[in-house]
């Protein structure tokens, strides 16, 4: 009989994006490393399979955009999903963890390794699986507590005998990205050797938005007070968002949307001294290189924050905390538009370690010992 001590072939699920995906690595790790030799799969969404080149413990993706979770532009077929059960089975896997977010039901996910012959099923879920889960972990969340979601996932693995001694995420780029990113900096006059930033003003969810005037404000103190470049990115839909944060400024900055893939932007997250960010997708890429974080955090749930890397995070309490909506509901967005800009400036410079402009006798600058003339 098959138990999970000797469970070679494990499917991991994790049927969201790239942060949810970047947040499971250290579970993913810690069933890796419980058994010499374990093959780890990863299936997930399309959106979260473009994270997975970036994860050295996974040895094979399975890409599957679940009817049960968030709609896809794709007219849902059955028929996909019985073609789904059929690989499945087809890949002989001994086990399955399916990993989910305490508002999400798992039953489904299970019900499709059930019906693909897994022997083993293991998930927190609310109420009683029967024989959809082998391993039911009764879901504490959110009745007792709320937990980090990586410990969420850490504690799920843990309850089949697999644990870490270090609980950090992990993302890998090869040197070559690493230096190819470099230049992409220096091609666009970014000075290595000065203070520079990370901004990244976009996020999916309208509600979990820093508003671009009060991001520009900020940016442009930083730039005229410390001398920090200001580099810019985001997807292709927000372009009008990271123009008017430049036209706000009223001081140089760098864009570089459009021009990084996603290897490119986490080899560029590595790098940075800091990231100014919402709270999404690129934070947890930022935080498995223990890049320093100054975090916009939204109000909407409290589990995402930066794990386990320095880092600040800012927002104004607000009675509708936690409401867990894409859209603000009271539509004033005050957990983050009543943050003001010079706390954001402060959070940058002292995370960073960075000192104020002084003028000098000379008619130049001074930034500690370093003269600007």
């Not at 093959?39 to 080149?53: E, F, K, Q, V």
């Not at 080899?267 to 890429?285: D, E, M, Q, R, Y």
């Amino acid at each position: 009989m098959q138990d999970w001590q000797t469970a070679e072939n494990i499917l991991c699920i994790r049927l969201d994006s790239i942060g949810d995906v970047v947040m499971t690595t250290p579970a993913i790790r810690a069933l890796k490393q419980a058994l010499p030799g374990r093959r780890i799969t990863l299936m997930t969404s399309t959106a979260g399979s473009a994270i997975a080149p970036l994860i050295s413990d996974l040895d094979a993706l399975i890409v599957y955009d679940a009817p049960w979770l968030k709609a896809t532009e794709q007219r849902q077929n059955p028929d996909r999903d019985r073609q789904m059960i059929a690989k499945l089975q087809q890949e002989n896997f001994d086990a399955a963890v399916i990993f989910t977010v305490y508002s999400q039901n798992p039953l489904p996910t299970a019900l499709l390794c059930y019906w693909a012959d897994i022997p083993l099923r293991l998930a927190h879920c609310h109420e009683n699986p029967y024989q959809l889960l082998t391993d039911w972990i009764k879901d504490p969340e959110p009745e007792q507590f709320i937990r980090h979601e990586v410990q969420r996932q850490l504690d799920l693995v843990a309850s089949v005998g697999c644990a870490i001694a270090d609980p950090s995420l992990r993302l890998q780029v090869s040197p070559l990205t690493q230096n190819r990113v470099r230049q992409i900096l220096i091609q666009n006059s970014v000075d290595l050797n000065r203070p520079w930033i990370v901004l990244h003003p976009g996020s999916t969810a309208p509600s979990r938005r820093y508003p671009a005037e009060l991001y520009a404000i900020a940016a442009q103190k930083l730039t005229q007070d410390y001398d920090v470049q200001i580099v810019l990115t985001g997807t292709p839909p927000e372009q009008s968002l990271i123009d008017l944060i430049q036209q706000e400024m009223a001081a140089p900055s760098i864009s570089l949307i459009n021009q990084l893939n996603l290897p490119e932007l986490a080899a560029l997250l590595s790098l940075t001294p800091l990231l100014l960010s919402n709270n999404t997708g690129p934070v947890h890429i930022a935080a498995a290189f223990n890049t320093p974080i100054v975090d916009l955090y939204a109000l909407t749930n409290p589990q995402h924050t930066p794990w386990n890397v320095p880092h600040r995070v800012l927002f104004h309490d607000v009675p509708c905390r936690y409401c867990y909506r894409s859209i603000c509901p009271q539509d004033h967005h005050h957990c983050l538009q009543l943050v003001p800009p010079e706390t954001v400036v402060e959070a940058v410079v002292e995370l960073a370690g960075w000192k104020k402009l002084v003028a000098l006798g000379n008619g130049g600058w001074g930034v500690g010992s370093r003269e600007i003339l």
